[in-house]
């Protein structure tokens, strides 16, 4: 009698851990959708933020940009241009595939002793638009998996499938538009030297060359609109592109700064576009 109550009082101290056990599992369980949910929550608020602030940087930065543009003078083309001739034995052949229709760098003297390429700040938000958006995205789906299944399941194979999944491939095209949109190099007047990728001596500068282009855009090159290519030819031929957008004032006035600067002529194929 007494070994049968054991059994009875082992069966409900079983009993009772076990339903223990499933209210913990179940309250954990709830806790965690809370937190997934509060999290979504997050997700979209980060998002319309960012989307938000990258529409009003672009909406200022494009107001800030027409000032600009409305500030320059206006360039005739005899003044800014000399047609190639047999002397200058150029490649005339684009030196980037494709463009775009807005300022995404400028050229400006910042200092009596040295002229700066720079991108824009319109470049930028396109590109951290996507790279945010991605991470934000990314950094989701991280935090909704370790609460469903814990941290530990988390391996390097599992976090770089939900990489690719969800918000990685936002990821890299940013980081692809911040590449193809960036411009860089300091022209040193006081030294003499363009600082790029590497150091060249103004003595190495032969002629800036301007190029104009028709890029297609949409899937099936329906449309086009034009875009200009502003590159530094060196001595030996090779070709240094400083400037690939649409925005004709803008980098007409770029290059008369340069060429007055460095006192090299800026040659065209053809006296028109």
Known sequence: MLWNQNIEHEKTINKLNKNNQLKEEDLKAKVNKVKALQFRNYR??????????????YFWTNATAKKRLNQQKEISDHQLFSVANSEYALDWSEMKNGGNNMMTAQIIKNSPESIKIKSTFMSKIFSWAFILLGLNEFTFKVYTFILKFGIEALSILKSLELFFNMGGIFIIIGIGLRIFLSSSGIFRLDKQVLI????????????????????????????????YELNLVLKDGKRINLLNHGVL???KNDAYLLKNELNIPILILENKY
């Open 249 to 251: 004032k803008s980098i």
């Open 196 to 227: 790029d990728s590497k150091i060249i001596p103004f003595d190495q500068f032969l002629a800036l060359q301007f190029i104009t282009k028709q890029v297609h855009f949409r899937r099936e090159h329906s449309q086009t609109f034009p875009c």
């Open 44 to 57: 979209l608020f980060s998002m319309l933020a960012i989307l938000i602030g990258c529409g009003i940087g």
